[in-house]
């Protein structure tokens, strides 16, 4: 199959409207970012560089981007993301946003791209598609200086306190979770917005039907420390599942997949909490000796993607009405 007669295909149009109605409200979070930095730096080089860019090579009115469509933006940001990205002179957030607003439809050119090659024909062949509905709930969370003091003695809880109160980022991120004021929001329990993430979502799916063949869980980028712990829960109760890697960050937003197996779910409980409160204490621990001391941060767009004027029309033209 050529890659032209691809974009006209119906199941390749259902694939593309699929995913970007899937993917929309991460989208339009990252897209807005996007647009905070056209914004804010409209006269500066690297912007007024991505607008032409867009000009040349898309149909999008630059002056109103927030009516473009998605498909063709994200298209659009591939491209640039894939021109420019080694460059010094464009800001890294800008390039970043760039990057994931671009990864969607750069992701989705790549995967037809490898489906039209006859090489990879016998792995695709027999391909099942089941789609995961997104979890998104609002749930209690114990205080900040609760979930501290539980795992460090009182001295080095005042240390700790004090430190993070004292430095502006760390600040600003506890208001961002606890809300303001800091100073008492730290001793009360909040009501937050979390989300299963995708690798929670398809592990919880393969733990439900008791698949213990082997399963790689791909996604767009590596796996948070959470999900890389509940997955080495998981391990251990026989399941050979395998990721492509972690990149060992927290997020509070972060929710536990609901296993109906209660012996599994109360373990895989207990698991996490052992782990995370030595994390805890271990991190306040050696943050509270850094201070003593000082005292005395995939691509996801490969180089596959290079289109010509006819490819983006075909492209662009897969989700028009």
């Known amino acids: ?22 993917c929309s409200d991460k989208f339009e979070k990252r897209f807005n970012k996007l647009m905070d930095d056209i914004a804010r730096d409209r006269n ?6 991505f607008k032409s860019f867009m ?40 390039l970043r946003h760039v990057r994931k607003v671009g990864s969607y439809l750069g992701s989705l050119i790549n995967i037809v791209k490898c489906v039209c090659k006859e090489f990879h024909k016998g792995q695709i062949a027999n391909l099942e598609l089941k789609v995961l509905e997104p979890i998104k709930t609002y749930q209690t969370i114990s205080s900040w200086n609760t979930t501290i003091r ?31 004021p800091i100073t008492t929001q730290l001793d009360s329990e909040i009501n937050q917005c979390v989300c299963l993430h995708v690798e929670m979502n398809m592990l919880a799916d393969i733990v439900s039907r008791g698949d213990k063949s082997r399963a790689f869980i791909a996604v767009s980028k590596d796996c948070c420390y959470l999900c890389e712990l509940y997955i080495e829960f998981a391990q251990k109760q ?3 599942i395998v990721v492509s890697g972690s990149h060992k960050k927290i997020y509070h937003a972060w929710k536990l997949p609901d296993i109906k197996d209660y012996t599994f779910w109360s373990n ?6 052992t782990n995370l409160d030595l994390i805890i204490k271990n991190e306040v621990q050696e943050h509270n000796h850094l201070l003593a001391q000082s005292d005395s941060e995939g691509n996801s ?7 010509d004027k006819e490819d ?9 009405p």
């Open 1 to 22: 199959m050529s890659l032209k007669s691809a974009w006209k295909r119906d199941d390749v149009r259902a694939l593309f409207s699929a995913v970007m109605t899937y």
């Open 44 to 49: 500066k080089n690297h912007i007024i560089s």
């Open 55 to 94: 000009i040349s090579t898309s149909s999008i009115d630059v002056d109103n981007l927030d009516n473009a469509e998605r498909h063709v933006t994200s298209r659009v940001c591939a491209e640039y993301y894939k021109k420019v990205k080694k460059s010094s002179k464009i800001p890294e957030n800008f």
């Open 150 to 180: 539980s795992v460090v003695g009182s001295k080095e809880f005042k240390d700790f306190r004090n430190a993070c109160l004292n430095d502006d980022d760390t600040k600003d991120d506890l208001e961002k979770i606890y809300g303001d």
């Open 238 to 240: 026989g399941y050979n």
């Open 268 to 273: 895989s409980v207990a698991y996490m909490i």
């Open 301 to 307: 767009l490969d180089s596959s993607l290079t289109l």
């Open 312 to 320: 983006r029309d075909d492209i662009d033209a897969v989700l028009a």
